[in-house]
């Protein structure tokens, strides 16, 4: 049996498939990458988990945190066969294949921290459960130093002073 290992060594493909494939696929590229920031923001940095500094590094954009790496990230995962990709841009559905079902089972969550991956799967079901426009409104005022450069954050949050 495949034991966990130190936080700082868990791949961050490991995080994005967990949170593909607890509990009900993500609708939208949005909602996965704010799903993800949030597990840096609110699970890997209040654990002061050093994996933190090798996880997804987030930047203000056009509609929040972003980052680049997710993207050719997600590309690997559906090219290897862990994860599909169903619909176009805007609205994407991002769901676990049989093989990548099989891979987050035997060794996946096996090397996670227990309290790491439970905390993970409870993230991932908060935060899919709002609306996107919930979602975002939530990241915008927890983390405004990310909306700086957004596209939607007057019409999402009003007029800024």
């Known amino acids: 049996m495949q034991r966990s290992i130190p936080i700082?060594?868990?791949?961050?493909?490991?995080?994005?498939?967990l949170i593909i494939g607890s509990?009900?696929?993500?609708?939208?590229?949005?909602r996965l990458e704010k799903i993800l920031f949030l597990t840096m923001k609110e699970v890997l940095d209040r654990l002061?988990?050093?994996q933190a500094a090798r996880f997804y590094q987030?930047?203000?954009y056009r509609f929040g945190p972003f980052s680049e790496d997710l993207y050719d990230d997600l590309e690997f995962l559906r090219d290897n066969?862990?994860?599909e990709i169903q619909g176009g841009p805007g609205s994407e559905v991002f769901s676990i294949t049989?093989?990548?079902t099989t891979f987050l089972e035997e060794k996946v969550k096996k090397r996670l921290p227990p309290d790491?991956?439970?905390?993970?799967?409870?993230?991932?079901?908060k935060y899919a459960r709002l609306s996107i426009q919930e979602l975002i409104v939530y990241v915008y005022n927890r983390?405004?130093?990310?909306?700086?450069?957004?596209?939607?954050?007057?019409?999402?949050?009003?007029?800024?002073?």
């Open 98 to 100: 049989q093989k990548g």
């Open 143 to 161: 983390y405004p130093e990310y909306a700086v450069k957004s596209e939607i954050r007057e019409s999402t949050l009003g007029k800024v002073a």
């Open 116 to 125: 790491v991956l439970e905390d993970v799967v409870r993230l991932k079901n």
């Open 81 to 83: 066969g862990f994860i």
């Open 23 to 30: 509990d009900g696929s993500i609708e939208g590229r949005t």
């Open 58 to 60: 987030f930047t203000p």
């Open 8 to 17: 700082n060594q868990v791949p961050k493909t490991d995080y994005l498939l």
């Open 48 to 50: 002061r988990a050093p």
